[in-house]
Nanobody
Framework: QVQLMESGGGLVQPGGSLRLSCSAS????????MGWFRQAPGKQRELVAT???????NYADSVEGRFTISRDNAKNTVSLQINSLKPEDTAVYYC????????WGQGTQVTVSS
């Protein structure tokens, strides 16, 4: 079992930055892929970025160059540095982890508005 806890969401102006963090806890040997998905109102949940156990990142085209994902295997954490935020980045951001199966966090709201 893996429990995921996100932090770092909030309200930010266009062009601003945020850093999202997610901490995994529970009983597991190791976690394979970790990452972030997001869901905007009225839309389906979509991939933002994932990172492998060996820290190989994968980004959605819409965030490439603006978002940076990283992880710390010793601390079982994954972070997402978000720069140059746009109003269309407004969504609930969900942390994701694979350890035998997929696990999801509760989500953290990111709102980009002036």
């Amino acid at each position: 079992q893996v429990q995921l806890m996100e932090s770092g969401g909030g309200l930010v102006q266009p062009g601003g930055s945020l850093r999202l963090s997610c901490s995994a806890s529970g009983s597991f040997r190791y976690i394979n892929n970790m990452g972030w998905f997001r869901q905007a109102p009225g839309k389906q949940r979509e991939l933002v970025a994932t990172i492998s156990r060996f820290s190989v990142p994968n980004y959605a085209d819409s965030v490439e160059g603006r978002f940076t994902i990283s992880r710390d295997n010793a601390k079982n954490t994954v972070s997402l540095q978000i720069n140059s935020l746009k109003p269309e980045d407004t969504a609930v951001y969900y942390c994701y982890a694979e350890s035998g199966r997929a696990y999801w966090g509760q989500g953290t709201q990111v709102t980009v508005s002036s």
